[in-house]
């Protein structure tokens, strides 16, 4: 049985359309203790099968620390010139838009972010991972996954993850998340809500000179 239904198919295919390089998606799965590590490899083959410009490689979570990967299932979407963002979980609901947006912006090598926003991350020296915690039903999770993947691919110190939090429930408690979206800096305390650009970017930055992150 399909998952991708014929009409979303077609949806899919326009938006992908939007590509200019080619992009590979790199499925990291292990065969226990991750439930939906099948389903996301069927969606991810389906999708792969849409366009010319996409390709898939599975790789055991064994063998993933090269890609800075360290949970299951992950997906990496990655440029031929070594631009990397990262998705954990299956992308389902509104993240399933996430991936989408994900391997357009990807493709075309360019954050698209404010002439502002570029001139305050030059000043990002030191490495900056940024997690977008994420559930498939916030329909405001996605503006703040494409902005923290937007960061990443403007400043090559900057690594940023969406997690999809239903799935790593540890984590979720690590990071007394009450609510989504919420991106964690550094691993240490984060910012709420899917804020514009003009007020994330400043804000992240504050953040980081006060010791925050």
Do not use: W
């Amino acid at each position: 049985m399909r998952i991708i239904s014929e009409k979303d198919r077609r949806q899919i295919e326009k938006i992908l359309g939007g590509m200019k390089d080619p992009v590979k998606l790199i499925h990291f799965t292990r065969e226990t203790e991750c439930d939906t590590c099948d389903e996301t490899r069927a969606l991810l083959e389906e999708l792969a099968a849409i366009s010319d410009n996409l390709s898939l490689e599975v790789i055991a979570f064994d063998a993933a620390n090269e890609f800075g990967v360290d949970k299951v299932p992950a997906t990496v979407i990655e440029r031929a010139d070594g631009q990397r963002l990262r998705f954990y979980g299956i992308p389902a609901g509104y993240e399933f838009a996430s991936l989408l947006d994900a391997i357009v912006l990807v493709s075309k090598g360019d954050s698209e972010l404010a002439p502002e926003s570029r001139t305050l991350l030059a000043s990002v020296r030191d490495p900056l991972h940024l997690e977008v915690l994420v559930t498939p039903t916030c329909p405001y999770c996605p503006r703040a996954v494409r902005l923290a993947y937007q960061l990443a691919l403007e400043n090559p110190n900057i690594t940023a993850d969406a997690v999809e939090i239903g799935e790593f429930p540890s984590l979720g408690q690590q990071y007394r998340v009450m609510g989504v979206p919420k991106t964690m800096i550094n691993g240490r305390d984060g910012i709420d809500g899917a804020l514009p650009e003009s007020a994330f970017v400043p804000m992240l930055l504050l953040s980081t000179r006060e010791g925050v992150a």
